[in-house]
């Protein structure tokens, strides 16, 4: 099946995209535009599985850099195409997925030739990326050095670096590195009403902070075209180590003592009862039959010292709490699978069992509240749904909630599905809470965005949006209330 | 010496404001309106002196919480009254100098009757403030609770909480506890088209961050009435050593290397060669005749065990750097002297002697090109002048440095003063780094900000302050290029 080429989509126009960025960079293949049609989020590989390609791009443009992007922004801006920036294609939340209402037709607008480490500050312990740099590429970049940046999500082998800033990424390493916002150092962006660079120095007083108004910006604001961020020496020693908690309340109370006395590891998650049970191959090996509680993972990477006194100190904390050390059995375990989740997924929908993940973040003192709304909302939406839930991130103030939906597909999965992530995403505004802690707003979370900013918050955006993108033409319906 | 009111600030108006916030809270005596008018810089003290009331507000107007608020902004877009938000009077770069043109006069929004703890979460270890709490008031509410905010800028004793937010104000425990936007998790604001919640959690991929564009608005974008920051236990040790070091170069590297090992203590200050000779009462006290360097201190904070460990790793780094271990003499003296300086600049400007302060922040691969660059530009324009200088503030990527300026006042040492912090702003903008640190943009650093976010940049805070503040009542003239 072939995606159809828009209307709009006239030979001229890719004649004229052609004279920017030269012919061999620009695509109208089926099997490229295919490729860049929405993401990775069980209903896109669902209506993909269908043969629904409706939202795929008239056009496949792949700028050299900087410069390429900025004539592709205009050129577009002219000619009233969207411009959707596509990195690893790892969007969940329907990112890709622009509006081209009203429009010439939909550009996506891919990085991949935008791969290379620009700079590298080593006293400041800074590197400039380009934005088209997968995650392993990025790393091996920077291990060149004897340097690494730390930002391992699960799409780490695919997702990319600019998309990593435009939706505010975190990874499983983040307890210790960081989430990916709080690694940016600068940002240059090419948006239609020209180039901002942001990120003068490390933190400031000139005024609000406006690299927290690009982070997160989802390509409606502009086109990331360079990320620096804060890069560490490689690790010397890497430890991961399991610890099993009576509950899950009970792990996130170390969490949560751990994250206040600024005492994290580089690695802290903490599966609730069901992913526990499920995730273990044995469950003996977390307490016996019966009683399996909570796996909590807790890993340390640095100098051999720095590892050492990290350990001896969160060690004590966790002895102290009730915590049983489990050793580095279940910490290896966990590592060596901690990116294949995705696959297991791709293979579950082979066999009609649907598979889907939501995550969320709040204050610790709604923990437990948020955490009961969103699974009793998911377990009452789809019956028969096995839902498990970890920690994947805390903070001093709060924690973020992962979700995992499986369930009987059924016939019309993802008729299934929709209602029930609708359903999950209204408890999570009843309970206060954020609609996404690290896969952004896309078009999936739009609906939902206004409860958590207010009225005045999405009038902002639309300024903001008004103001540096005038045409409309950036990721059209992405994002913006 | 009496301000002069304006010709806009008829009875009737004051009469109006009366109505809504009662006529207690509204006054127009002159004793009232020139203790708020302008700030506390050099400029704003030497104008004061001599008797130059022209930035008086009309009237000034104390609301008694967040529905005040914006019944009086309601009632100034109306009446179109510019609105200049006073806390604690501390600003040092012109930000309560709003510009009236096309209005019908100032009203200064002193609020210094919104002085609660409206929250405590301690599960969540969350304060919710009001923002006319000075830095004491807010310390003792919290302390009554085992709790403490720990925020401690030179203008604890008089700043408010709403300013530290409202300017991006960083203190003297920032190593530690962090700067004061790093400690903001929620804001409320009133602006002239709604309030605005924003914070739903500690973290998330909501879109960009509208905490960082309200951050920093120095009462541009609305007027903040809640702030609500990360709390910590109350300290049970409090440690404060000096060490010296062979050069300012020699002290910042190890600073650097503390903070790329992720090892900060809760105070770390670092004096060039001439603020440690001023400084020290009895420079043999640090290292013998001929060899004064540079006095470092370092303070450690919080449980014995946290102290502890974190006071032998952080001595295993500077010991093997080679600084030399000066003791707790210097680092009680320190702390002990720690809110005196503006109190010995009012002593020097009796004398005629003009003392002034800057601060700036680069990445550390720039920070001695800044340092000389901003020195020198001082020097030239100030003949006779002493510069000091020290490290106020440290970043895994940089460092902020903050100057001291002392000369001959002369005969007009405002007309001497302006050329001189010109030059270092220049200075500033050609090193490439940001034109402030913590004392935010006000007016004095307008000229500036645009160098710093470009044309985009400040076309984005242009929108922002369009949407938020359509008649354009809101600090005007402070901030937004």
């Not at 839930?389 to 001093?396: F, G, K, L, N």
């Not at 996404?436 to 965005?449: E, F, Q, R, S």
Request: aromatic share 6%; proline share 6%; glycine share 12%.
């Amino acid at each position: 099946m072939s995606p159809s080429p828009r209307p709009g989509s006239r030979r001229s126009l890719v004649e004229g995209l052609r004279g920017v960025v030269g012919a061999a960079n620009v695509l109208t293949d089926d099997d490229v535009r295919r490729l860049r049609t929405r993401g990775k989020s069980t209903p896109d590989l669902l209506r993909q599985r269908s043969g629904d390609l409706g939202d795929a791009p008239d056009v496949v443009v792949r700028p050299g850099g900087h410069d390429d992007v900025v004539a592709v922004l205009a050129f577009a801006q002219e000619h009233r195409i969207a411009v959707v920036p596509f990195g690893g294609g790892t969007a969940v939340t329907g990112g890709l997925v622009a509006d081209p209402a009203g429009l010439a037709g939909v550009l996506s607008l891919d990085l991949g030739r935008m791969r290379g480490l620009l700079a590298l500050d080593p006293v400041s312990s800074t590197a400039t990326l380009e934005p088209g740099l997968r995650g392993p590429e990025a790393e091996a970049l920077l291990a060149e050095h004897g340097l690494m940046l730390g930002h391992f999500p699960q799409s780490f082998e695919y997702a990319s670096i600019g998309g990593f800033a435009a939706t505010r990424s975190s990874g499983q390493s983040s307890a210790g590195y960081g989430r990916f916002d709080a690694m940016v150092v600068a940002l240059r962006v090419a948006t239609p009403v020209g180039e901002v660079r942001l990120g003068a120095s490390p933190a400031n007083a000139s005024g609000p902070d406006l690299r927290e108004l690009f982070l997160g910006s989802e390509g409606a604001f502009g086109v990331i075209t360079e990320v620096t961020v804060r890069v560490r020496p490689l690790p010397e020693v890497k430890e991961y180590e399991g610890w099993r908690w009576a509950s899950f309340a009970a792990g996130a109370d170390a969490m949560r003592a751990l994250a206040q006395s600024d005492l994290l590891p580089t690695v802290l998650r903490l599966s609730d009862e069901n992913e526990t049970a499920i995730n273990l191959a044995d469950p003996d090996a977390i307490g016996g039959e019966g009683s399996a509680g909570c796996l909590m993972i807790v890993g340390y990477e640095g100098t051999s010292a720095a590892v050492a006194a990290k350990m001896a100190a969160v060690t004590a904390v966790l002895d102290g709490l009730g915590g049983t050390p489990l050793g580095s059995a279940p910490g290896e375990k966990w590592a060596a699978g901690r990116f294949d989740a995705p696959y297991l997924r791709d293979s579950l929908l082979d066999v009609a069992v649907l598979v889907e993940t939501l995550e969320t973040v709040t204050f610790w003192s709604n923990r437990e509240n948020l955490y009961t709304r969103v699974k009793t909302a998911l377990e009452t939406a789809l019956p028969g749904a096995m839902v498990l839930c970890h920690v994947s991130h805390v903070y001093a103030t709060g924690c973020s909630l992962y979700f995992t939906v499986a369930a009987p597909g059924g016939d019309d999965p993802l008729a299934a599905w929709l209602p029930a992530k609708a359903a999950a995403c209204e408890a999570i505004v009843a309970a206060g809470a954020s609609i996404t802690h690290h896969h952004a707003v896309g078009t999936d979370h739009k609906p939902y965005l206004t409860a958590e900013i207010g009225e005045v918050g999405a009038t902002v955006l639309r300024a903001v949006k008004q103001a540096v993108d005038p045409a409309g033409i950036l990721n059209p319906g992405v994002l913006v209330p």
